[in-house]
């Protein structure tokens, strides 16, 4: 019988990996089995894109220990791009997984530009400095956004900031796409629940392997302990960037997933409350907990829906659960039954693991 050794890094990925794909097929059963309300279903691809957005911001925040409170200006350029794009391919591109495929990558390409021309200047900074910056970023892509216009004719796309949509000087046929503070108006509808899950795949999959890599331990070395880091030859800036870039990235692709699944989408929309939620999902999931950040962006994306039966009431429960989630995780007895109960549930392969990381800590 022939024995193939996995590394416990491995093994760990792929439990998560599996984690997920059960979630899916429950999810899918659950629908078909009519069992599943259409607002909850109307949630669903907003998860993935949040899922995906606490994974990236993760990465930043929790990987390379620096706080980010912009994120959202990355999901609202990928959002608005991958819009233009699936919009100006729909004549040329019929089929619309490519379609969609493609305005992903492009919404992911123009967030990592965005993330490559704030992290040179930004990431130079470093704590509240950082944090306070990559907050401005956030509002003056929203205020810019709140400013363009663009259409599109046979001549192909015609930008303008200027005070209104006549300044395109489109042909006749043309049509405006971006409308200024209105956004962005007829889109279609092209997101699905299944598209969602890939993205989660491969996000795991950029994340996860990163992190696995040389480039992940010299990120991790970085936030552990910069001076030690620079004086074994480290390069700060490379790997700092590096890992804010994939994380705009990331974002972008969340935000053309998530615009997508709206007929409407505003710049205002990804305002600094939406940077907030992820950085909860983020510090909730546990800071560097990939699996964590998943969970917490489920479970807290989900419980506004289920608590709208208490009307008035129901955001300040959800406030409430929020302190007594930042309680336990806090409380050391706690936090010790949750260990245990989770070490129970953890095949013993990846127990053994995650025993040998925490003697290697103490």
């Known amino acids: 019988m022939i024995k193939i050794k996995m590394k416990d890094t491995t093994r760990n990925n792929m439990f998560t990996y599996a984690l997920v794909i059960v979630a899916f097929i429950i999810v899918q059963l659950l629908i078909k089995g009519g069992n ?32 980010s409170l912009g994120h959202a200006g990355f999901m609202s350029v ?15 591109i019929p089929m619309t997984l ?10 992911a390409l123009c967030a990592g530009i965005a993330g490559v021309l704030v992290g040179i200047p930004v990431l130079r ?19 810019l956004i709140n400013c363009l216009y663009v259409g599109l004719d046979k001549a192909g796309l015609h930008f303008s900031f200027l005070t209104n949509a006549d300044a395109l000087n489109l042909t006749e046929g043309g049509k405006v796409i971006i409308e200024g503070p209105l956004g962005i108006t007829g889109i279609p509808r092209l997101s699905t629940f299944t598209m969602g899950f890939v993205l989660i795949l491969v996000t795991l999959f950029i994340v996860l392997n990163l992190i ?34 994939i994380s705009a990235a990331l974002a972008g692709a969340a935000g053309t997933l998530f615009a997508m699944n709206f007929s409407t989408v505003i710049a205002s929309k990804f305002n600094f409350n939406t940077s907030i939620l992820i950085l909860v999902f983020v510090v909730l999931g546990g800071l560097g907990n990939i699996r964590g950040s998943i969970i917490a962006a489920t479970v807290l994306t989900i419980l506004p829906e289920i608590l709208r ?16 989630i930042m309680i336990a995780t806090n409380n050391p007895v706690i936090k010790n039954h949750l260990s245990n109960l989770w070490n129970s549930i953890l095949p013993s392969s990846l127990r053994k693991e995650k025993e040998g990381a925490e003697n290697g800590q103490s």
Do not use: W
Request: proline share 1%; charged share 15%.
């Open 98 to 107: 490519l379609r969609v495929a493609i305005s992903m990558i492009t919404g």
């Open 212 to 245: 696995d890599s040389r480039s992940g331990r010299a990120i991790m070395a970085l936030r552990d302990n910069r001076i030690a880091a620079e004086s074994v030859g480290i390069h700060v800036t490379k790997y700092k960037l590096m890992a804010f870039v």
């Open 125 to 143: 900074l470093k704590g509240d400095y950082l944090a306070i910056v990559t907050l401005a970023f956030g509002e003056i892509i929203k205020n």
């Open 309 to 324: 039966q208490f009307n008035n009431y129901r955001m300040l429960i959800y406030a409430i659960v929020l302190i007594l």
């Open 78 to 92: 990928g959002a608005f791009a991958g819009v233009v794009a699936a919009i100006s391919l729909e004549n040329i």
């Open 36 to 67: 599943i309300s259409s607002s909850l279903q109307g949630q669903l691809v907003p998860i993935c894109a949040y899922v995906v957005m606490a994974i990236s911001l993760n990465l930043t925040v929790g990987i390379l220990g620096e706080l």
